[in-house]
T-cell receptor, first 112, second 114 residues
Framework: KAGVTQTPRYLIKTRGQQVTLSCSPI?????VSWYQQTPGQGLQFLFE???????NKGNFPGRFSGRQFSNSRSEMNVSTLELGDSALYLC???????????FGPGTRLLVL | GENVEQHPSTLSVQEGDSAVIKCTYS??????FPWYKQELGKRPQLIID?????GEKKDQRIAVTLNKTAKHFSLHITETQPEDSAVYFC?????????????FGQGTTLQVKP
């Protein structure tokens, strides 16, 4: 089976812009979780989608949002970008959310 | 709130020695504890995991132990090799519900010297 894929891999934006990141889970996986990774804060949970519904949300402002499509692909959106949003955004998929999570390669976002 | 403490933040060992990384979690309802290895510029890769109904699990040179009473779990790597050098993250599930939310420790940078 193909692994988790994320697009784009790298992104440069300026403050105030918005960005959309995409994640394609492993075939058959219905849960997609998103994490933000930074040197200072480590890996922090953003949200999880299961069967097109947000099932869990982390402690991030409302500028961070996401959605999941019927084929389990997921997107996350960040509006009104801030310098502090520069990070590696990782998605992970699992069969139903309570088991092994397999990570994608991440999207590295730089906000200037 | 939910929290996972991981120690040490850096660990340097000689090739062939053992390495131990320890984590403590706060949510007593957590029931799933994975360990991930992340090499520079790469995605986190699961190396071993354990559920709360098991006290210890081994996979070749890697073992994880869990003490639910004390709310801590540890990763043990024996006969370390230079290719074990990476950042290791422990994580705990958010409660016992069926959700894909993991709370991660801050990571341990392991350096294995040849």
């Amino acid at each position: 089976k193909a692994g988790v894929t994320q697009t784009p891999r790298y992104l440069i934006k300026t403050r105030g812009q918005q960005v959309t990141l995409s994640c394609s889970p492993i075939s058959g996986h219905r849960s997609v979780s998103w994490y933000q990774q930074t040197p200072g804060q480590g890996l922090q949970f953003l949200f999880e989608y299961f069967s097109e519904t947000q099932r869990n949300k982390g402690n991030f402002p409302g500028r961070f949002s996401g959605r999941q499509f019927s084929n389990s692909r997921s997107e996350m959106n960040v509006s009104t970008l801030e310098l502090g949003d520069s990070a590696l955004y990782l998605c992970a998929s699992s069969l139903a959310g309570d088991g092994t999570q397999y990570f994608g390669p991440g999207t590295r976002l730089l906000v200037l | 709130g939910e929290n996972v403490e991981q120690h040490p933040s850096t660990l340097s060992v000689q090739e062939g020695d053992s390495a131990v990384i320890k984590c403590t979690y706060s949510d007593s309802a957590s029931n799933y504890f994975p360990w991930y290895k992340q090499e520079l510029g790469k995605r986190p890769q699961l190396i071993i995991d354990i559920r709360s109904n098991v006290g210890e699990k081994k996979d070749q040179r890697i073992a994880v132990t869990l003490n639910k009473t004390a709310k801590h779990f540890s990763l043990h790597i024996t006969e370390t090799q230079p290719e074990d050098s990476a950042v290791y993250f422990c994580a705990a599930s958010h409660g016992s519900s069926n959700t894909g939310k993991l709370i991660f420790g801050q990571g341990t940078t392991l350096q294995v010297k040849p």
